[in-house]
């Protein structure tokens, strides 16, 4: 492996790393919602919360308005907001990179060796693809 190769290598690495450590809190939340639930206490403060909320503006409300809030409570849900809520109050915002580390020790590999042969790949298929003009 030349120097070039080596610091394309590293330079794969760090990329995948990185991006991997900005988008951890988007994953996070989406293996939430994919999987489930494991700890369903904070989700039923929320619904206890929201009925006893949603109560006090039936007796108050015209009916257009609870159909509004039962809508965007349903898109909010859709959203992840409920999981996002359930990572904040268990672990802060910590909680929003738990099993980072993990993520980031499998991606630095793959992502090393796709851009250090991503150069030499191009040649070789350069030099398949004149072959035959």
């Known amino acids: 492996m030349t120097d070039v190769q080596a610091k394309l290598f590293v330079a794969g690495g760090f990329s995948g790393v990185i991006s991997k450590t900005v ?8 293996i939430l919602n994919q999987a489930g639930l494991s700890d369903c206490r904070g989700i039923f403060d929320t619904f206890r919360t929201s ?7 039936i007796t108050e409300t015209p009916l257009i308005t609870l159909l509004a809030l039962y809508v965007l409570s349903y898109i909010m849900s859709l959203l992840g907001w409920v999981f996002i809520d359930l990572v904040w109050r268990h672990d802060r915002i910590h909680g929003f990179w738990r099993g980072n580390l993990t993520n980031c020790i499998r991606v630095f590999p ?3 060796a796709l851009f250090a042969c991503n150069d030499i790949l191009k040649v ?3 030099i398949v693809l004149c072959v035959n003009c």
Not at 23 to 30: D, G, S
């Open 23 to 30: 988008l951890a809190p988007l994953e996070r939340i989406k």
């Open 51 to 57: 009925t006893n909320i949603l109560y006090m503006y």
């Open 110 to 112: 793959d992502k090393a």
């Open 124 to 126: 070789c298929l350069y």
